[in-house]
């Protein structure tokens, strides 16, 4: 059972076009997350949301529009692609109640967007 | 600001050697520290992690003590195998955050046979 899943895992696509990358977690967390990896492996968060609330939301284009239906899923979906978009995108998820692995994040595979 | 620097890779050692990778942060107040290791087409995965000065977080054979006199957190292992190449990063968490992670750059690691 995969515990942080994304999909797609590779998305090419032409510039302007819009697309949408799906995360979902069944560990039960209440707080999830957006990365972006570029070329040269750094990797940044772009959003997070707790409950399904915003809470942390980086300087990021509103090109780009996180979506969370519920707790165990966040949604990305972004407007008008740009080539320097391109970079691999990755969701993790993390819960705030008390345990061992609290606020520990655990991240998906990766989506590898490419934007020709 | 908060930031992480770690040494640049890649890393290329003989598999049994040691290994070293450098990190240190800037932080206001007092971070919690992690590594994190990316393996070949995976996400990332803790490794270990430290929430007080002093602390020693291990695991795998891993291990990275947490000096805040140095603001170091570096990462070690005695002998390190083929099946430990892998992109490490280093990371810390400033309390109050809302549990956002402040990446290194991260350092490719290499062990060849």
């Known amino acids: 059972d995969t515990a942080v899943s994304q999909t797609p895992k590779y998305l090419v696509t032409q510039m302007g076009n819009d697309k949408s990358i799906k995360c979902e977690q069944n560990l039960g967390h209440d707080t999830m997350y957006w990365y972006k990896q570029d070329s040269k492996k750094f990797l940044k968060i772009m959003f997070s949301?707790?409950?399904?609330?915003?809470?942390i939301n980086e300087t990021v284009p509103n090109r780009f529009s996180p979506k969370s239906p519920d707790k165990a899923h966040l949604n990305l979906h972004i407007n008008s692609l740009e080539l320097g978009d391109s970079a691999v995108y990755f969701c993790?998820?993390?819960?705030?109640?008390?345990?061992?692995?609290?606020?520990?994040?655990?991240f998906g595979a990766g989506t590898r967007l490419s934007v020709l | 600001g908060n930031s992480v620097t770690q040494m640049e890779g890649p890393v290329t050692l003989s598999e049994e050697a040691f290994l070293t990778i450098n990190c240190t942060y800037t932080?206001?107040?007092?971070?919690?520290l992690f590594w994190y290791v990316q393996y070949p087409g995976e996400g990332l995965q803790l490794l270990l992690k430290a929430t007080k000065a002093d602390d020693k977080g291990s695991n795998k054979g891993f291990e990275a003590t947490y000096r805040k006199e140095t603001t170091s957190f570096h990462l070690e292992k005695g002998s390190v195998q083929v099946s430990d190449s892998a992109v490490y990063f280093c990371?810390?968490?400033?309390?109050?955050?809302?549990?956002?992670?402040?990446f290194g750059a991260g350092t490719r690691l290499a062990v060849h046979p």
């Open positions: 949301y707790n409950n399904k609330e915003l809470i």
């Open positions: 990371a810390l968490r400033i309390s109050g955050g809302y549990n956002k992670l402040i």
């Open positions: 932080a206001t107040g007092y971070p919690s």
């Open positions: 993790a998820s993390s819960q705030t109640r008390e345990g061992m692995s609290k606020n520990i994040q655990y």
